[in-house]
């Protein structure tokens, strides 16, 4: 289906959940520019919220978000405290300018709090931010979910749901420290069902440690039996030098980059045959979903958190280590739970760094997000880069016709490597980012 070539994937690239990416960065922008944007948003200009949840009741070896254990009670109140403290902080920013689309929850796992506390923070919000029918996406952890909160998020209206599943293959669940069977996960599918939960994504990995082809192939026709809305197949990341509990994994087990590429295939080749409509270049939806539409319509955007029919320009990220993006900036705020939990305690708000968007920033921004949501751009700002884009050209993997650049169907697995071309900010460098594929 694709063809196979090693010296075009063998870079690392970003992600690109934004551009510039977090790996540009800088202690130059913070809560001043913060407080400058929030200050410009105009009455009805829709934002999207992000909440972070930075606990799991255990954590998985694989894992490279903001995350730690939830074994500690205060330690959880006192950074929901917090959290709260920075929607009114927020909240008193706006001055009731703007209109919230929807809410996301990650992390971290957001059930690893308690269906209180959880059912107390979105009534904050919705008060805060007067938003009371914005819809709800939360990302849960199936290994700790119950029928209780299954029904508190359908009472909430939770129109989307994410269970972190990975693989059903338990020799690679023990690789990757994350076992859990696949009645938990057939338990959870169902209680969200019946609590009228509309669209349920998985999460599932390839390139995990002693995975095989056979091993991806059950997982995906397990997956498709259960029939989740949506699916995100990920290729995992193995970076140890920044992620430390990553060397808890054996790095000698881990797929070659042949066989990276091969799991990529056969996953593409699965779903799209089981009726899944291919969005970007690893999720996948059925074709009422509202993903998929979004595909077909050519209202595809991509954030950080992935792809997303979500078309606001402004995303607000709330708690430690959250980004906030607006069209001229993005900002973090602080990443270490108890230094941010002292800013907002003193009234201050928690972004501590960040970059600017050039125009030169945002129009190169655009061209990366139309390549890698609908496959191709107008390149007419970016005259110059025919022998950039000649590798890929050459193999048939692009077509340039004018100032128009289209990703052919055989280019699909190297999305990120061409949109990387458009990058100004890359230098080869191998140990900052993930394989490109």
């Known amino acids: 289906m694709w063809s196979y070539h090693p010296e075009l994937l063998k870079t690392p690239v970003p992600r690109y959940t934004s551009y510039p990416t977090a790996a540009e960065f800088s202690d130059g922008a913070g809560a001043p520019e913060m407080k400058q944007a929030l200050e410009a948003i ?33 330690r959880v109140a006192a950074y929901l405290d917090a959290l709260h403290a920075e929607i009114g902080l927020i909240a008193t920013q706006l001055a009731g300018r703007g209109a919230i689309t929807r809410i996301a929850f990650g992390g971290g796992s957001p059930n690893a709090i308690a269906p209180d506390q959880f059912l107390m923070l979105v009534e904050r919000l919705r008060e805060a931010f007067r938003c009371k029918d914005a819809p709800l996406s939360v990302e849960i952890d199936p290994r700790h979910f119950s029928q209780e909160w299954a029904g508190m998020l359908g009472a909430l209206g939770a129109g989307r749901v994410s269970l972190g599943v990975q693989t059903f293959a338990e020799h690679v669940q023990r690789a990757i420290g994350r076992v859990q069977p696949q009645e938990m996960i057939a338990d959870a ?25 056979i091993d991806l192939a059950e997982t995906l026709d ?10 995100a197949l990920f290729g995992y990341a193995h970076v140890p030098h ?35 409509a291919a969005v970007g270049f690893d999720h996948f939806a059925r074709a009422g979903d509202a993903l998929a539409r979004a595909g077909r319509e050519g209202a595809l955007k991509r954030n950080f958190q992935g792809f997303t029919d979500d078309d606001a320009t402004v995303l607000i990220g709330l708690g430690a280590s959250a980004i906030s993006s607006f069209p ?97 900010y890359r230098s080869p460098d191998a140990r900052r980012f993930s394989h490109a594929l």
């Open 42 to 74: 105009a009455p009805e200009t829709p934002f999207s919220l992000y909440v972070h949840i930075p606990f799991c009741e255990q954590i998985c070896w694989y894992c490279g978000c903001n995350t730690a254990a939830a074994n500690r009670l205060d």
């Open 222 to 231: 397990t997956a498709i039996t259960m029939a989740p809305d949506r699916i």
């Open 242 to 276: 920044l992620v430390p509990r990553q060397r808890r994994i054996d790095g000698s087990a881990l797929p070659d980059a042949r066989l990276r590429f091969d799991q990529a295939m056969l996953g593409h080749r699965m779903l799209t045959d089981a009726g899944y």
């Open 189 to 213: 599918v169902r209680w969200l069902r019946a609590a009228g939960v509309g669209s349920i994504n998985f999460d599932l990995m390839y390139g995990l440690p002693e995975q095989s082809l």
């Open 328 to 424: 001229d900036r993005i900002l973090q705020n602080e990443k270490n739970a108890g230094r941010y939990r002292m800013l907002v305690g003193a009234r201050r708000l928690a972004q501590t760094r960040g970059v600017f968007r050039s125009h030169d920033d945002q129009r190169r921004g655009e061209i990366i997000d139309a390549l890698l949501c609908g496959g191709r751009a107008d390149i007419a700002a970016f005259p110059d880069m025919a022998a950039r884009l000649e590798p890929f050209a050459a193999r048939g993997l692009i077509e340039v016709e004018g100032t128009g650049l289209r990703i052919a169907q055989d280019g699909t697995p190297y999305a990120r490597i061409i949109a990387a071309q458009f990058d100004s």
